[in-house]
């Protein structure tokens, strides 16, 4: 049964957003399995030269950020700002972590001489990863923002929809990948 | 008016409806040409007719987002013009050129115009839609910057408000993806390229910004809901249009020589641009729902509504239609193409002008608020004549386009291209008249302006 007055964290427009979002994700996903599907070997073969070590860092690199952000939340809820503050810093110190392990990644790729057209694989990791790294550098740019604002004084128990709309948006990032990377680096 | 300024807009919307009616005039010259190929043989010949047609759509929506700012900006930024002279030159500078060129394309052979006008100094004509002397193009570079620069310094000596920022924005796209039509590489796979860089990443991305800042505008007057509430909409609706309609360029780069990612981009992308309108039909209605006070200009809220609904069929589902590349390689440049470009421009930017003229033109022309009862009737006679017209306009050119794919390209026996033509002649015919339905409703909306201009104003009883 439904409970009547549930909590919506953040702003509702958020969450039109995300929704969006998720869908431009979900029909990259399909496709991509839609694609994997008529060529087996080739995506598996491909897959094996991925660096599977980097994306895990990277998975766990996310995810704890992703704590971080809910615990800025919680410690805004008992108005401790400077907690909050200090877990947003925490949050967005793990994205930008996660932004250089994938930039190292890419480079070792591209040393390979391997690119967009090198074949079906490499084109779907290389688009979906690249456009899920922009969703990181927007929710870098999010969280950067909400982190002065709270810095500032601009959020208390009572008042901190705006962190919850970064935190909402920081979360989606952070479920994305989760999806994307067992999807492309581990499944066979 | 709350600032006499605003007034300079009047000049760009009379053009912009006059240079309409001549559009439509030559639309349905160039329909009859379809079935009766020597209709005005060779005085208009179709090619010419197209080309006048097109111009001329892009040029008075031109003049009509020209208007529209010089309308919306000074209200927003609570300050009165920059420069009304400025305006008022720049408006006629850009009538006196657009004329001649039309006069141009009619007048002379297309090959003495590029003559005349020197293009051989610095080659730019002779590709759809950017047909234009260069001379025309430097003088279009003009004017934009001129008018960039009224509205810029209008907005930073008053109010900075989200509305007016994304409308700047969109404007600045305009002008800046226009300078690719000045590059024009002798490699055809380039040329293409970037000839869409100004053709879609007007329509389907810069423009779009426009479209949702005057719709905006115009909801927050009608509709008395809180601008936060707007704005908010207004963010989230121009973050999926860039998200999805800058990639979504490459639906146009399936078949011209670009690698072979493009067309997993472009079909990915290019399928979720329906989103951006979807979201502007709900808000649009939401906010008309949501509605604190009752407007008398009806007519405005009408014609707001109608861009939503009409630029998300047109745009987003009759351009979804043929946006995946699967389904392009056997639609592409078929009637199809003819349904989603008519619908969509009509939806989009035709409606969302003549939204912007019905709210303000009452208001410039001495009104509190609105027009008498009885203008207003006709003004939504001429709306739902023209819009009803332009679906059977869309219906039957898809109708057209769907029995050509399957004639001339998916039949194990295909026909070749005249034969085809043929078989759906009876298409054609049927679009013929209902763009003379079209024409109509367009009598009708510029009598709107005249008929009971006398009575007086319709109040909120």
């Known amino acids: 049964m439904l409970k009547k007055n549930i909590h919506l964290p953040g702003d509702l427009a958020i969450w039109i957003f995300i929704f969006a979002e998720l869908l431009v994700f979900a029909i990259f996903f399909i496709v991509y399995a839609v694609a994997k599907n008529q060529h087996p070997e080739l995506f598996l073969l491909s897959q094996k030269s991925l660096d599977k070590t980097s994306g895990t860092l990277n998975t766990i690199t996310l995810i704890t950020s992703s704590y971080f952000v809910a615990l800025s939340v919680l410690a805004m809820q008992e108005n401790k700002v400077k907690q909050s503050v200090r877990w947003l810093l925490a949050a967005i110190v793990c994205g930008i972590g996660f932004l250089v392990i994938k930039s190292i990644e890419y480079q070792h790729i591209f040393s390979q001489g391997i690119g967009l057209d090198s074949n079906l694989f490499y084109m779907f990791y290389l688009s979906l990863t690249a456009f899920h790294f922009m969703h990181v550098v927007m929710g870098l740019i999010i969280l950067s923002a909400v982190t002065v604002k709270a810095y500032n004084g601009g959020y208390n128990s009572q008042s901190m929809v705006g962190i919850e709309t970064g935190a909402s948006y920081w979360h989606m990032v952070d479920l994305v990948w989760i999806i994307l990377f067992p999807l492309v680096y581990i499944l066979p | 008016m709350p600032y006499k300024s605003q007034a300079v807009a009047k000049y760009y919307f009379v053009a912009a409806i006059a240079l309409f009616v001549g559009q439509i005039l030559f639309g349905l010259v160039m329909g009859l040409q379809y079935v009766m190929g020597d209709f005005l043989f060779p005085e208009i010949p179709f090619n010419v007719a197209r080309m006048v047609h097109t111009n001329l759509l892009i040029v008075w929506l031109l003049f009509g987002f020209m208007g529209a700012s010089y309308y919306l900006v000074p209200e927003e930024a609570e300050t009165e013009l920059y420069s009304p002279m400025l305006a008022l030159g720049l408006f006629w500078i850009f009538l006196i050129a657009g004329a001649l060129t039309i006069l141009g394309y009619l007048l002379v052979p297309y090959a003495t115009l590029a003559e005349i006008t020197m293009n051989d100094l610095l080659p730019t004509m002779g590709r759809e839609f950017l047909e234009q002397p260069t001379i025309t193009k430097i003088g279009i570079v003009i004017v934009a910057l001129g008018f960039l620069f009224n509205i810029g310094m209008t907005v930073l000596k008053g109010k900075k408000t989200v509305v007016s920022l994304v409308l700047l924005m969109g404007l600045t796209g305009l002008a800046v993806f226009f300078l690719f039509s000045f590059y024009n590489p002798t490699n055809l796979v380039l040329d293409k390229y970037f000839w869409w860089w100004v053709v879609h990443l007007w329509v389907e991305g810069v423009w779009e910004l426009i479209l949702g800042a005057i719709l905006a505008f115009v ?131 035709v409606m969302i002008v003549l939204t912007m003229i019905s709210y303000a033109m009452p208001i410039i022309r001495g009104r509190a608020a609105a027009n008498s009862e009885r203008s207003q009737l006709w003004e939504m006679w001429s709306f739902w004549l023209m819009t009803v017209s332009m679906v059977f306009i869309t219906l039957f050119l898809t109708a057209a386009g769907v029995l050509q794919t399957w004639l001339q390209r998916y039949t194990d026996a295909p026909l070749d291209f005249m034969t085809t033509q043929s078989k759906i002649e009876i298409f054609y015919w049927l679009r013929e008249g209902a763009g003379a339905v079209f024409l109509i409703g367009l009598i009708v909306y510029i009598a709107s302006f005249f008929v009971g201009s006398k009575d007086e104003e319709r109040t909120v009883s």
């Open chain 2, 219 to 349: 909801l927050i007057k009608v509709t008395g809901v809180d601008r936060e509430i707007i704005e908010k909409w207004l963010y989230i609706i121009i973050a999926m249009t860039l998200i999805t309609g800058i990639i979504g360029t490459g639906h146009h780069y399936y078949w011209i020589g670009t690698p072979d990612y493009w067309s997993w981009w472009g079909s990915i992308f290019s399928a979720l641009e329906p989103i951006p309108f979807f979201l502007m039909v709900v808000y649009a209605f939401t906010m008309v729902y949501k509605r604190r006070r009752e407007h008398p200009n009806k007519a405005a809220t009408l014609w707001a509504l109608g861009t939503a609904v009409m630029a998300f069929l047109g745009a987003g589902v009759w351009g979804f239609l043929h946006t995946l590349a699967p389904v392009n390689y056997y639609t592409h440049g078929t009637q199809l193409t003819a349904a989603h470009g008519h619908m969509a421009f009509y939806g989009a930017y």
